[in-house]
């Protein structure tokens, strides 16, 4: 079943595979590093959360990275292949297109249900873990961290300023402490000339040992006198103020506190969620027409009425019965005040209807507006997979026609291709979100408008197309003979 030629191409295909996978991802880190590290650095995190972070993050990355490796990767390996005249032996040997094309469609099929399952199992896993990571580091205050001149506010009810620190000994030269533990208006105020940092063996206490100072603070009278405080002023020789560090330490909240989103859910959960919400939707959808054509509910009959059509004749038999009469007659000798009251009560009523059927179209657009974001999410992980199969359909054909296996024209025809793939798709993914479009269409389309011309391509080198006449040249010809 595998020739020597097969094989020869699927070892050609993994280095530059891995090469460019290992780049796109190398890439991808930076520029996530590039984009948080002002939020990680200088928090006092823990180097283990930063790289637990990062790893969940490579998640994502994959997702973007592996269908890129895979279009450059073929249009290399098959580039290469025309560019040494391998696939000229080829030909003359008997195979065709697909039967030198084929273990590389095999590559990308294990790709795409490899990618399938990454999408929907472990990629939701990973941002839910990153999305509950993050939500701890946010929370997470500074790390103690003095600066010359700049006051420190990091722990409640106290503000430190010192003039100058000596890293190396811990020295500090001009020390102002204010303690608002006691409130605002008895604020403590501790001035030194110096003073020393010392941090204990587990970290969660400070102590500040302060020397040649004052105190000044306001303090309660217990004995009842003329005023209810007295200010005291204190000097010292030697003052020790302990901190409590404990509010700054990194915790871990618990794995399930989290709510999870369409990111961090998996396509079944999602899939049950869309179920529920078009089912409700269904039902609202039927609230909503009887509110607004019976302004009541629809009762079901047993079906034997007969349903006889209107015609003039019958609105006139209507109109002169006696009970029509007898109704108008029931409004004579009503005052203006009560015919007010009656229109008042009219409008109110239909206000309140007006009201209702309002509110019960915002529902509904709540309803399907969520259903679609949840079936958007769903189709965009199979999208995606389903992508490495077709990249291998047109790199392929493509690389053949190209015959450079080299990485620059390679290169300029993969982002072209990518480009083009990821804006139909996130434009795809917006207009569904909003409703323009639905979901499948949404997340399909790149897939579909990209497979087609993967499919032309295949087709032009299958075929030959370019020995024989374009359709442009056959249709100057024909003009020149005349018909």
């Known amino acids: 079943m595998f020739s020597r030629i097969h094989r020869m191409i699927l070892r050609m295909f993994p280095g530059p595979f891995l090469g460019w996978l290992g780049a796109f991802m190398f890439l991808l880190v930076m520029q996530f590093l590039i984009r948080y590290m002002s939020q990680l650095v200088g928090r006092g995190l823990p180097a283990t959360a930063?790289?637990?972070?990062?790893?969940?993050?490579?998640?994502?990355?994959?997702?973007?990275?592996?269908?890129?490796?895979?279009?450059?990767?073929?249009?290399?390996?098959?580039?290469?292949?025309?560019?040494?005249?391998?696939?000229?032996?080829?030909?003359?040997?008997?195979?065709?297109?697909?039967?030198?094309l084929w273990p590389s469609l095999l590559v990308g099929a294990l790709?795409?249900?490899?990618?399938?399952?990454?999408?929907?199992?472990?990629?939701?896993?990973?941002?839910?873990?990153?999305?509950?990571?993050?939500?701890?580091?946010?929370?997470?205050?500074?790390?103690?961290?003095?600066?010359?001149g700049v006051f420190y506010e990091g722990i409640d009810d106290y503000s430190i300023l010192v003039k100058e620190i000596n890293h190396e000994t811990g020295a500090l030269t001009d020390v102002t402490i204010f303690d608002y533990s006691q409130g605002s208006k008895r604020r403590a105020e501790?001035?030194?000339?110096?003073?020393?940092?010392?941090?204990?063996?587990?970290?969660?206490e400070l102590t500040l040992e302060l020397a040649d100072g004052e105190l000044h603070r306001l303090m309660r009278n217990r004995v009842a006198t003329g005023s209810t405080e007295r200010y005291e002023r204190l000097k010292f020789k030697t003052y020790l103020f302990r901190l409590d560090l404990s509010d700054l330490a990194f915790?871990?909240?618990?794995?399930?506190?989290?709510?999870?989103?369409?990111?961090?859910?998996?396509?079944?959960?999602?899939?049950?969620?869309?179920?529920?919400?078009?089912?409700?939707?269904?039902?609202?959808?039927?609230?909503?027409?009887?509110?607004?054509?019976f302004l009541g509910t629809l009762e079901p009959t047993d079906g034997n009425e007969v349903i006889r059509p209107v015609t003039p004749a019958r609105i006139e038999e209507s109109?002169?019965?006696?009970?029509?009469?007898?109704?108008?007659?029931?409004?004579?000798?009503?005052?203006?005040?009560?015919?007010?009251?009656?229109?008042?009560?009219s409008i109110q009523s239909a206000r309140l209807v007006r009201s209702q059927i309002d509110n019960t179209k915002r529902t509904l657009h709540w309803q399907e507006q969520r259903a679609d974001r949840f079936a958007v999410e769903i189709h965009k992980k199979y999208s995606i997979a389903v992508a490495c199969i077709i990249f291998v359909l047109i790199g392929g054909p493509l690389g053949l026609s190209?015959?450079?296996?080299?990485?620059?024209r390679s290169a300029i025809v993969a982002v072209a291709i990518l480009l083009f793939y990821w804006v139909t798709l996130v434009q795809g993914e917006k207009f569904a979100d909003r409703g323009h479009l639905e979901p499948w269409i949404g997340m399909w389309a790149a897939n579909v408008v990209t497979g087609i011309g993967g499919l032309w391509i295949f087709l032009y080198a299958y075929l030959d197309l370019k020995a024989t006449p374009s359709l442009t040249s056959r249709f100057r010809r024909w003009l020149k003979r005349g018909p």
């Open 402 to 408: 190209i015959r450079r296996g080299s990485l620059g």
């Open 251 to 293: 915790r871990r909240s618990d794995p399930g506190s989290e709510r999870r989103s369409d990111r961090t859910m998996r396509s079944r959960e999602m899939q049950r969620i869309v179920d529920s919400l078009r089912a409700t939707a269904q039902q609202t959808r039927v609230d909503l027409l009887n509110q607004t054509l």
């Open 111 to 148: 790709l795409t249900a490899g990618m399938w399952h990454f999408n929907s199992v472990i990629l939701p896993e990973a941002n839910y873990r990153a999305k509950t990571l993050w939500s701890d580091i946010r929370q997470k205050k500074p790390g103690f961290e003095l600066e010359p």
């Open 50 to 100: 930063i790289l637990e972070l990062v790893a969940y993050s490579l998640a994502y990355m994959v997702v973007l990275a592996v269908p890129m490796s895979v279009l450059i990767a073929t249009l290399m390996t098959y580039g290469r292949l025309a560019e040494t005249g391998a696939y000229a032996v080829i030909k003359t040997s008997g195979l065709s297109l697909m039967q030198v």
């Open 190 to 204: 501790i001035k030194a000339a110096s003073g020393r940092l010392s941090a204990s063996d587990s970290g969660s």
């Open 319 to 345: 109109l002169n019965a006696d009970d029509a009469l007898q109704h108008i007659r029931n409004f004579e000798g009503l005052t203006s005040d009560r015919i007010r009251s009656v229109y008042n009560r």
